[in-house]
């Protein structure tokens, strides 16, 4: 799966949100706030990834071990799908 | 079509009878330019929406509104915030919860503690506005269930997302919980260009006007503590 191109990140009011500017109105409550493990995920996402890249990211750039890591990478995708910012 | 004096901008409206009522005290008879913004929807574009339990009359009201806070975003650096606004000391204090929770409540204790120095400036939806670099929330026509407004404009003091609890406590909301707070305080369901331009607003906003979480009792010792800890803060 690839990042959506239709999200885009912002800083808003000290925190880090992904807003849509897709075509249609929104359906979902439209904005979705990212910790800091997610932020990084999304900023560092290169083309395709699936949950051992991402798991693999994370065990790199933070001291976690590759459960850990798994758990916060897959739960990232699952909020990603539940949006719409993944194609 | 009549114009309106809202927020600091002048308001063409040709609406239902409600908010052409509530508007009344908006008035203005001297207008002769362009309005900024102007609410004229048709009865076709009302019908469908809302929730089917509401009268043709409360759908008209709340989705007029709903066009002049989306105007607000889209074009005047304001936004509504779904919250009871009263005015102490010519300082607007925001309280906002999903409705049910006790905003009204609240703000009708620092009515009793304050008397007369106190009022609402708006029950239901204040527009708040960033002019000139200072946040200020205005009263409209649309303040809930029992219309109660003022036309003025009041620089904000504090905003505070409250919950009932068993005990008082406030605190400065985390940073983390600040925009999915006020962006769920206001009108979601816009199109992306105006969610975007929503997002700059409360940046702005958060920049300025400090916010809080408080769970509170409903009872006048919780308006004792949220106006103690509020009015000490130091608003930029």
């Known amino acids: ?87 | 079509m009549n114009v309106y004096d809202i927020a600091g901008l002048k308001v063409a409206l040709d609406c239902q009878p409600r908010t052409m009522h509530q508007a009344e005290k908006y008035r203005v008879y001297d207008f002769d330019g362009e309005p900024d913004i102007i609410v004229n929807p048709t009865l076709e574009e009302i019908a469908p929406l809302g929730d089917q339990t509401w009268t043709p009359e409360q759908k008209a009201h709340i989705y007029e509104g709903k066009l002049f806070y989306q105007a607000l975003i889209s074009g005047f650096d304001g936004m509504m915030i779904h919250s009871s606004a009263v005015v102490v000391d010519d300082r607007a204090y925001l309280f906002s919860a999903v409705s049910g929770t006790g905003k009204s409540t609240h703000t009708g204790f620092w009515l009793e503690k304050f008397g007369d120095k106190a009022y609402i400036l708006n029950d239901d939806k204040p527009a708040v506005r960033v002019v000139d670099d200072v946040v200020y929330a205005y009263g409209t026509p649309w303040s809930g269930k029992v219309d109660i407004s003022v036309n003025k404009r009041v620089k904000v003091q504090g905003i505070c997302f409250l919950e009932r609890d068993s005990e008082n406590w406030i605190k400065p909301m985390e940073p983390d919980a600040i925009v999915s707070n006020m962006y769920r305080a206001s009108i979601r369901k816009m199109s992306p260009e105006n969610v975007m331009k929503l997002m700059q607003i409360i940046d702005k906003i958060a920049a300025h006007v400090p916010i809080y979480r408080m769970g509170c009792t409903p009872t006048i010792e919780a308006a004792d503590m949220a106006y103690k800890v509020m009015s000490e803060a130091e608003v930029k």
């Open chain 1, 1 to 87: 799966m690839k990042k959506s191109d239709k999200f885009i990140l912002k800083e808003v009011a000290g925190s880090y949100v992904l807003v849509t500017f897709g075509e249609k109105e929104l359906t979902f409550n439209g904005i979705i706030t990212l910790n800091d493990t997610a932020k990084y995920l999304w900023e560092n996402i290169d083309g395709e990834f699936d949950s051992d890249s991402l798991t693999e990211m994370l065990c790199k750039a933070y001291e976690v071990d590759e459960p850990t890591a798994r758990k916060s990478a897959d739960k990232f995708i699952d909020i990603l799908k539940e949006v719409g910012a993944v194609e």
